[in-house]
């Protein structure tokens, strides 16, 4: 635990358990048992790839260059708001057990694109989500800027960048580092900030 909110005050619990917590046995609040509202306020400090509050929050990349900010919540849009796009991403991923999972997740954050499991290639299984992804934002058809784009395809185009270059945006952080800023971290703040 980090805290239980209380009266308006945060109550200092980093460490405990919230466990003890149900039992009464909490020690910043001995004897108190939660409410619903603090298992809430716990749910909000776990920090998976997808926490679910009154909406699904998908935090596989919450922050970056502005394109790519805009690229992430059209590319689950894509895919969770239309049927086709929901079907086939499940036919993609309906066999594939929770080892297989667990292994595409940590090739994916060692390898990035370059990441392999089995037969899976992960440049290739970006390609075929990203069209699942843009056939999905074709048939909603929501206009942008005024009418002028018939759609939200427009948005992708930081992630298609990325996997027809094969390079994540890490990849792209490490090629500057060891090029043109010469080892300096500062630059990112230069160049990387909007």
């Known amino acids: 635990m980090y ?10 619990a980093r460490g ?16 108190q048992v939660p409410t619903l509202s603090d298992w809430a306020d716990h749910l909000t400090t776990i920090f998976p790839e997808v926490r679910i509050k009154k909406f699904m929050e998908m935090r596989g990349a919450d922050g970056g260059p502005w394109r ?3 690229a992430l919540p059209a590319f689950w849009v894509g895919i969770m708001y239309d049927d086709l796009a929901l079907d086939a991403a499940w036919h993609l991923v309906k066999d594939w057990d929770a080892e297989t999972r667990e292994a ?23 390609e075929t989500v ?15 800027f005024g ?16 996997v027809e ?20 971290l500062t630059r990112i703040y230069a ?4």
């Not at 003890?20 to 046995?25: A, I, L, N, Y």
């Not at 990203?130 to 942008?144: H, K, W």
């Not at 270059?165 to 300096?184: I, Q």
């Not at 160049?191 to 909007?194: K, R």
Request: aromatic share 10%; net charge negative; charged share 25%.
């Open 3 to 12: 805290f239980v909110y209380r009266d308006g005050t945060y109550i200092d």
């Open 16 to 31: 405990q358990s919230f466990r003890d917590f149900m039992q009464g046995k909490l020690p910043a609040l001995p004897g």
């Open 68 to 70: 790519r900010i805009c």
């Open 104 to 126: 595409l997740r940590v090739a994916a954050s060692v390898d990035a694109l370059q990441g392999q499991v089995g037969k899976l290639h992960l440049q290739q299984l970006a």
């Open 130 to 144: 990203l069209d699942i992804s843009r056939g999905g934002l074709r048939r909603r058809a929501r206009p942008g």
């Open 147 to 162: 009418g002028m784009v018939p759609d939200e395809r427009h948005f992708l185009t930081a992630l298609e960048d990325s």
């Open 165 to 184: 270059d094969g390079k994540s945006p890490a990849d792209e952080l490490l090629e500057h580092y060891h090029g043109d800023w010469n080892g300096d």
């Open 191 to 194: 160049d990387y900030s909007y």
